[in-house]
Every structure is written in C-alpha cells, then in structure tokens.
C-alpha cells in the first residue's frame, strides 16, 4: 500500500541576490510521519520551513503541502497547517481560554466548535485550575504544551513545530514528545525542528540541512548505520560540523 504524501518537495530553492539559502532541495513526507528537519543556525531550515507554511515564497521549484501548490495556493496551505514557534505562539496578556477563542476564531471554528474544542482541552490537559490564568504567568513547559494544542485547534492534516522545546527541562520535553506522538498515531503529520540532536532520534525520519542543501535523509537508525556512529549528534557532528 503506497504512502500518502502531505508534503512533496522537488527542487525546491530560494535565493537572496546570488546567495542560495535553500539549494535545490527535493523530499517527501508522510501521513502521520513525524519528520525531523535539522541544521546548524544558517544552514537553511529556517527559510525552507517558511516556504512550506505559505509565508515565503520559492525562487524556483515546486512543493505541495497538505495537497496545496505553493506557488498557486498559499493561502490554503496557511489554513490547513497547525505552526507553534519557540518564540510567539500564544499571547501572554490573554488567559488560557482567551487565547483558545481568539485562535479558534482565526482558524474559521464556529463558536459551538470552540466551546467543544475548550471542553476537550480541559479534560485531556487537565487545566481547570488554569484556564482563565493569564497565559503568560503560566511556566513555559504549560505554554508549550497549550500552544501545541491550540496549533491543532482546526485539526489540520499537519502541524509544523519550529524548534517547539528549546529552553524547556528534560521531563517537560519528554511530556511534550509523548503528546506528538499521540497526535502522530492519530494521523497528524509532525514536521518539526530542533537543536536536540537526542529528539532526532524520536522521528520516523530526519534530513539534515547542510550550506542550504540536504545532504542526508533516513531513518536515525539507517543514518547511524551510514555513518559508523551510535548517535544522531555524531551524525550531524560529521555532516555540519566535519568532524570525523
């Protein structure tokens, strides 16, 4: 049974004047796969991953996400995509609630819908005691865990995580991992970055970006076969960092 793409990149590259920030890069990604996207700061991740959500647009070639062209329909792909970003994802001067509302409204829910929707997360995340607290005297470990849920609020076909866990301890990390992969069981595809070369080894399959272009793609475990090593940091350690 062949694989359902949610993503299909081909040649896919992005220039600023003569520099190439993303170079020619062609991949796939799968229903319920969760996909690691990896690079050292300025090896391109960042601008490929804009491209994908419809807010850059590619110099050259071709993607499709969420059964969106880019180039074509950019606006869909923005309303059929779930994005959390370390930096802004929830609004700090709105409590927990507020903000559910306010994003449900963005996503096109009905007011009946969100007030499921409130109910459901109340439940699942046990929050009763939080959810009219302004979210920005939450820790950051609840703030990342709401503004994962909130990110799937319109049950998109995919969620893309731009390194969703950085600053957070290890257990609230784990936490957080547990509940991508119940959305990914579910059948969410989970695009996600991180600088934690140990959450490389939580996904289905990683690409590594090196000087904007992918210079490897597999299974962690096919990877560390590939290159002798028995982590996912001695890989990138060799690909970004030439280090032997």
Excluded at 106 to 121: D, P, V
Excluded at 186 to 194: A, L, S
Aim: net charge neutral.
């Amino acid at each position: 049974m062949e694989k359902e793409k949610i993503i299909a990149v081909k040649n896919l590259t992005k220039k600023f004047g003569d520099f190439a920030a993303v170079d020619d890069i062609s991949f796939d990604v799968y229903k319920g796969e969760i996909f690691g996207f990896l690079g050292a700061n300025g090896a391109g991740k960042t601008t490929a991953m804009k491209m994908l959500i419809g807010i850059s647009s590619p110099t050259t070639g071709d993607a499709t996400v969420a059964g969106f062209d880019l180039h074509s329909q950019s606006e869909m792909v923005k309303k059929n995509i779930g994005y959390m970003s370390q930096k802004f994802s929830m609004y700090d001067d709105l409590t927990v609630k507020e903000n559910i509302i306010f994003f449900g409204g963005i996503y096109g829910l009905s007011r009946a819908k969100i007030k499921t929707k409130i109910a459901s997360l109340v439940k699942e995340l046990q929050i009763e005691d939080i959810i009219n607290s302004l979210v920005g005297s939450l820790p950051l470990g609840w703030k990342q865990k709401l503004s994962f849920s909130v990110a799937l609020l319109h049950d998109p076909q995919i969620v893309f995580l731009d390194e969703p866990t950085g600053g957070v301890d290890p257990i609230t990390r784990r936490q957080f991992w547990e509940m991508i992969y119940t959305q990914a069981f579910k059948g969410t595809t989970i695009f996600v970055t991180t600088h934690y070369m140990d959450e490389a080894e939580y996904c289905d399959r990683v690409s590594i970006m090196v000087a904007g272009k992918i210079e490897a793609l597999d299974t962690p475990k096919k990877l560390k076969e590939q290159f002798k090593v028995d982590s996912m940091n001695d890989v990138f350690l060799k690909l970004a960092r030439n280090i032997e």
